[in-house]
């Protein structure tokens, strides 16, 4: 079990999830970090005591002052959050903060021997041969926090050959409807996810099945498989997180409720288990287990996923890019459901391709990348 943690996105769903745990188990939290949320990170750090936390420019004046009574540093600004990555004095870094703003803080805390905990499936996306390569280095752990990856993490820790990993999925919440369906969806619709409760872009991402082409991309970077050894299968009711076949053919799967402090525990009491906030899986209730293969042709986005980590390079940092920036927009109302498969795709297809892109690389095919959506 790590001896502290420090929290990046502490406000978010993983983040408050993290801080169950951290009460669960008495781990101490060092550090936070959150957005915009003030008056929920003062009350984290009220509870928690870290000595640093971060916020967003906008909100640094006011927390400072609100913390003024306390002894903890307030930091903020892009250079601030991969300070506090790099200089917190926990041995562990939760990345629980969405889209590429959790890259450079990944690389930062890699470079200074943390071991990372990651929920920030966009690190990996856009610079996950790099990161890996970094952390291989460095001797630090990557420890999954996705109930998916962490569920193939479990399983592979019984040894053996992995002959293919089983990614599992549960479809979204608009599992076997058809195009002329989604040319009415609307962001309400589209943030009803049937089985999980998370933030809104990857509620969204759920529902496109890009969430799924990013954990597929994720997994290749995690448990260096190449993609042909991935196979996304559909599990409507989230109950197997992921299984993972072996050289013989014997296929171990990791199943419990769709409850992401299971997962979240495991990475940060690696190699125990404790007792967790997560409650029982009950299979009586459950009934009935079912699967289906993805429909690629009606959400093109887990393909185009697919294609990117094959050709690599650059190609799936402005692949991620686009699509955050198209989640935004139709969250906004600015485009339609459509319109965002249209644009994520046409945008990833214009990029320049970089064999082995920089950090530096990486982002500037990101910002790219939004720019191209922004403009269409």
Not at 237 to 243: D, F, P, Q, T, V
Request: glycine share 8%; proline share 4%.
């Amino acid at each position: 079990m790590t001896s502290s943690i420090c929290i990046l996105g502490s406000t978010g769903s993983i983040g408050t999830q993290a801080l169950d745990v951290a009460r669960k188990h008495h781990i101490p939290v060092t550090a936070l970090a959150a957005g915009t949320r003030e008056e929920t990170l003062e009350r984290q750090a009220r509870e928690f005591l870290p000595a640093a936390v971060y916020i967003d420019d906008s909100r640094y004046a006011s927390l400072k002052a609100r913390l003024a009574d306390t002894s903890i540093r307030v930091l903020s600004g892009r250079e601030g959050l991969i300070e506090l990555a790099a200089t917190d004095t926990s041995p562990t870094v939760v990345n629980a903060l969405t889209g590429i703003l959790g890259f450079l803080p990944t690389l930062s805390a890699v470079e200074a021997g943390k071991d990372i905990a990651l929920a920030n499936k966009e690190t990996l996306v856009a610079g996950g041969d790099l990161v890996m390569s970094r952390a291989a280095e460095k001797g630090v752990k990557i420890l999954p926090v996705d109930s998916e990856h962490s569920a193939i993490f479990q399983c592979l820790q019984c040894g053996g050959k992995a002959k293919k990993i089983l990614l599992t999925g549960s479809g979204g919440p608009f599992f076997g409807k058809d195009k002329a369906f989604l040319e009415t969806v609307t962001a309400a619709d589209a943030l009803r996810h049937p089985n999980w409760s998370m933030g809104p872009k990857i509620t969204v991402d759920s529902s496109t099945l890009m969430n799924k082409g990013l954990e597929f991309i994720e997994a290749v970077h995690l448990f260096g498989v190449t993609p042909d050894r991935i196979e996304v299968v559909i599990q409507r009711e989230s109950i197997i997180h992921s299984m993972v076949q072996f050289e013989d053919n014997a296929v171990l799967a990791q199943m419990g409720v769709p409850d992401m402090r299971l997962c979240i525990q495991y990475a940060l009491t690696y190699p125990e288990r404790t007792e967790s906030p997560a409650g029982e899986l009950d299979l009586f209730e459950v009934g009935k287990l079912t699967f289906y293969k993805p429909d690629t042709r009606t959400f093109p986005l887990l393909q185009l996923a697919k294609d990117t980590i094959t050709k690599g390079g650059n190609l799936p940092a402005a692949m991620n890019g686009a699509n955050e920036e198209a989640v935004g927009r139709f969250l906004k109302g600015e485009i339609s459901y459509l319109r965002l498969f249209d644009i994520v795709i046409a945008a990833t297809a214009q990029t320049a391709f970089i064999q082995n892109p920089t950090a530096e690389e990486i982002l500037a095919s990101d910002r790219a990348a939004r720019e191209y959506v922004r403009g269409h």
